[in-house]
T-cell receptor, first 109, second 114 residues
């Protein structure tokens, strides 16, 4: 099956700093999504981005499908950005997502 | 519109006991999923369903059973709980096979098996 590796596993930032989270995957996929799990455990979808670039406020994501990686950028980080960020992929829309182990982000005021 | 709900939120079991976790969604979604989350392991798929009356195995199905008798409900059963099943369980649902459709998660159930 598909392997998903995320880096770094842990990241500590000062409020206002920028960060880049990386997701590598082992096979060609047609579905790639980024999720955020807040400190209370709730999981929220951030992006559907099998290729190209998208932006939503201070967050943006880029996927280079031919090289099998995706990047999540967080600019001007805030304490509310803390939590775990997961990358998840699948071969197609009707196959289940496979999750990476996540990057735990802590933003300190 | 409550989204995806899970019952119970917390549970403590003794080894060998059984229980059922209930997932309910009010969005008329076809697909439903059960995951477990362990420290440092991310989310691993236990079982999933592509519609009422259907179920399929995921990555870690052993020790669990599921049923999807009604479209809005997806039940996860543990027949004889083991300490290795101590975990946080998440249910999720989505509307169709289009990859862009968002997967919605429930709040999770924290299960401890002693």
């Amino acid at each position: 099956g598909i392997q998903v590796e995320q880096s770094p596993p842990d990241l500590i930032l000062q409020e206002g700093a920028n960060s880049t989270l990386r997701c590598n995957f082992s096979d060609s996929v047609n579905n790639l999504q980024w999720f955020h799990q807040n400190p209370w455990g709730q999981l929220i979808n951030l992006f559907y981005i099998p290729s190209g670039t998208k932006q939503n406020g201070r967050l943006s994501a880029t996927t280079v499908a031919t090289e099998r990686y995706s990047l999540l950028y967080i600019s001007s980080s805030q304490t509310t950005d803390s939590g775990v960020y997961f990358c998840a992929v699948s071969y197609s829309g009707n196959t289940p997502l496979v999750f990476g182990k996540g990057t735990r982000l802590s933003v300190i005021a | 519109n409550a989204g995806v709900t899970q019952t119970p939120k917390f549970r403590v079991l003794k080894t060998g006991q059984s229980m059922t976790l209930l997932c309910a969604q009010d969005m008329n979604h076809e697909y439903m999923y059960w995951y477990r989350q362990d420290p440092g392991m991310g989310l691993r798929l236990i079982h999933y369903s592509v519609g009422e009356g259907t179920t399929a195995k995921g990555e870690v199905p052993d020790g669990y059973n599921v049923s999807r008798l009604k479209k809005q409900n997806f039940l996860l059963g543990l027949e004889s709980a083991a300490p290795s099943q101590t975990s946080v369980y998440f249910c999720a649902s989505r509307t169709s096979v289009k990859a862009a459709d968002t997967q919605y998660f429930g709040p999770g159930t924290r299960l401890t098996v002693l």
